[in-house]
C-alpha cells in the first residue's frame, strides 16, 4: 500500500521567514511527487516532481526530489500572509491514482 | 479553460438520510476521481474512473457508497443511508487521462455534515 508521510502537520511563522516543508513517500512503481496548495476546499496545483535533483521553481515557492531517499521538500521563502494554508503532498506510482500525506497547516502571521 | 464544476457546495443531512453529488470533470480528461476529506486529514481516494469504467473503487464503502459515470463525462457519488462518520468534504477530481503522468486538477468540493 502506498504511503506518504507529511511533517510537520503544522507550522507558524511571521511575515517574512522562509519554511521547509517535508514529504516523504512509498510509492509502488513511483512516477511523481505532487505538491498542492489547499486554501479553503480546493486543492490548487503548484509542482510535479519527476527527476531527481531538479529545482521546480515558482516566484518564492521552490521544490526538489530526491528518488534515493523517497523524499521531497517544499521552500518558501518570504512568505506572506497570503501563504497560510494546507500544503499537501501526493504521490503518484503504478495504481496511477494519487495517495496524499495528511498535510502542513501552514500559518503566517503578520 | 472551465474547471471542474462540483454541486452542490454544501449539504447537511440527518444520519440514514440519502445524499448526492455531481461532478463535470474538465472538458476531455478522461480520468475523474472522488476523494473523501475528514477534517485534519488528506484526501483518500474513494473511486477513480477512466472514461465511464472503474479503475478502482477498493475503499469505497460499498454498503453505502455508490458511483456512477455514464457516458464518460459527468458523475454522481451517491451515500445512502448516510452516518455520522460521513461528514466531510467530497473532493471531485480530473487528469487528462489515466496513463499520462500529469496532474490532477480539483474542484471546489461538497462539504457535508451529518447530524
Partial sequence: ?110 | EAGVAQSPRYKIIEKRQSVAFWCNPISGHATLYWYQQILGQGPKLLIQFQNNGVVDDSQLPKDRFSAERLKGVDSTLKIQPAKLEDSAVYLCASSLNFDVNTEAFFGQGTRLTVV
Avoid at chain 1, 79 to 85: E, R, V
Wanted: charged share 20%; hydrophobic share 35%.
Fill in chain 1, 1 to 110: 500500500e502506498d504511503k506518504v508521510v507529511q511533517s510537520p502537520l503544522s507550522l507558524v511563522v511571521h511575515e517574512g521567514d522562509t519554511v521547509t516543508l517535508n514529504c516523504s513517500y512509498e510509492v509502488t512503481n513511483f512516477r511523481s511527487l505532487l505538491w498542492y496548495k489547499q486554501e479553503k476546499k480546493a486543492p490548487t496545483f503548484l509542482f510535479m516532481l519527476t527527476s531527481s535533483g531538479i529545482e521546480k521553481k515558482s516566484g518564492r515557492l521552490s521544490s526538489i526530489l530526491d528518488k534515493k531517499e523517497l523524499f521531497s521538500i517544499l521552500n518558501i521563502t518570504a512568505t506572506q500572509t497570503g501563504d497560510s494554508a494546507i500544503y499537501l503532498c501526493a504521490g503518484s506510482g503504478s495504481a496511477r491514482q494519487l495517495t496524499f500525506g495528511s498535510g502542513t497547516q501552514l500559518t503566517v502571521l503578520p
